[in-house]
């Protein structure tokens, strides 16, 4: 095989989520059935936030990106996850190896700070209800969203740079069901010390800042709601903020789950089930949580029926 960026290896094999063919084919009608649902939900919040002008919000913008992000994100790992359950040759090339790499930072990051922008929107909302118009006025929520696409722009082009400096020898058989960072830094023969160190460096950040944020907002939100006087006050409150802390606890508990266990607890087995929720599960219930849970987006469905835009 020639070598492609000092590298050996031209392709990778991908184990994928389990070997046993009796669970290939059920496994595939469930990713199946999840991905449309995905698809159907994020397509179905972004159309009706963009035909809809009582939705033209701050909230729903960040949500318009958030179910962008999604669509996108579920994109980059399902339809070759589900080819490869019909597969005996679970290949990817080293060019999309790489490529799925970069589009995994870029994505799970800008999840990361779109949920953090949308916590802030909701501290916002409810502890500075008067300030909000200039708090978050179109030219902030744009600014929150480029610094959003930037920083996951450059997690990105770090984490895959550092990957394309490493030479992968012989061992090409990845231990999971897409090109993540630690199942491929363990396939290669050169040093990954620089590799680990900017995973720690960049990784750190973009959760220190993410949950900081998200856990001051809702520190303040809790302590704004109970000193509410308003009994139906502080069960609006909630139920605004519930959907969001469903979203946020999904995305970053299953990503915790994943990324920081201890390493004697068998990781990689327990790494690509916990993937699951934030590749899979998580894109797919963002939409349904905001969806089903959302009366606004109820009533701007049913307003788009009734007009038979859809």
Do not use: W
Request: some cysteine; proline content about 4%.
């Amino acid at each position: 095989m020639s070598p492609g960026n000092g590298s050996l290896v031209t392709q990778f094999i991908l184990v994928g989520l389990t070997d046993h063919p009796d669970l290939q084919l059920p496994l595939f009608f469930l990713f199946l059935a999840m991905y449309s649902i995905t698809v159907v939900g994020n397509l179905g919040l972004i159309t009706l936030i963009g035909l809809n002008s009582h939705l033209q919000t701050p909230m729903y913008f960040f949500l318009f990106n958030l179910s962008f992000i999604d669509l996108c994100y579920s994109t980059v790992f399902t339809p070759k996850m589900l080819i490869n359950f019909l597969s005996r040759n679970n290949i990817i090339s080293y060019q999309g190896c790489m490529t799925q790499l970069y589009f995994f930072c870029f994505f799970i990051i800008s999840e990361c700070y779109v949920l953090t922008s949308m916590a802030y929107d909701r501290y916002v909302a409810i502890c500075n209800p008067l300030l909000y118009d200039i708090a978050m006025s179109p030219k902030v929520c744009s600014n929150l969203m480029f610094g959003s696409y930037l920083m996951a722009f450059s997690t990105a082009v770090a984490h895959t740079g550092c990957m394309l400096r490493l030479t992968f020898c012989d061992a090409n058989t990845i231990n999971h069901y897409f090109c993540d960072i630690l199942p491929v830094l363990q396939l290669s023969c050169t040093s990954t010390y620089v590799n680990e160190l900017v995973l720690f460096i960049v990784g750190s950040i973009n959760i220190f800042v993410p949950s900081l944020t998200i856990f001051v907002s809702y520190g303040f939100i809790l302590c704004s709601i109970l000193h509410m006087n308003s009994t139906d006050g502080r069960s609006k409150a909630f139920s605004t903020c519930s959907s969001h802390i469903m979203a946020v606890s999904l995305f970053f508990g299953s990503g915790s789950f994943a990324y920081l266990h201890p390493s004697s607890a068998s990781p990689m087995n327990e790494g690509k089930i916990s993937s699951v929720f934030y590749t899979n599960v998580v894109p797919m219930m963002n939409s349904l949580i905001y969806s089903l849970r959302n009366k606004d987006v109820k009533l701007a469905l049913t307003k788009t029926l009734s007009r038979g835009l859809f």
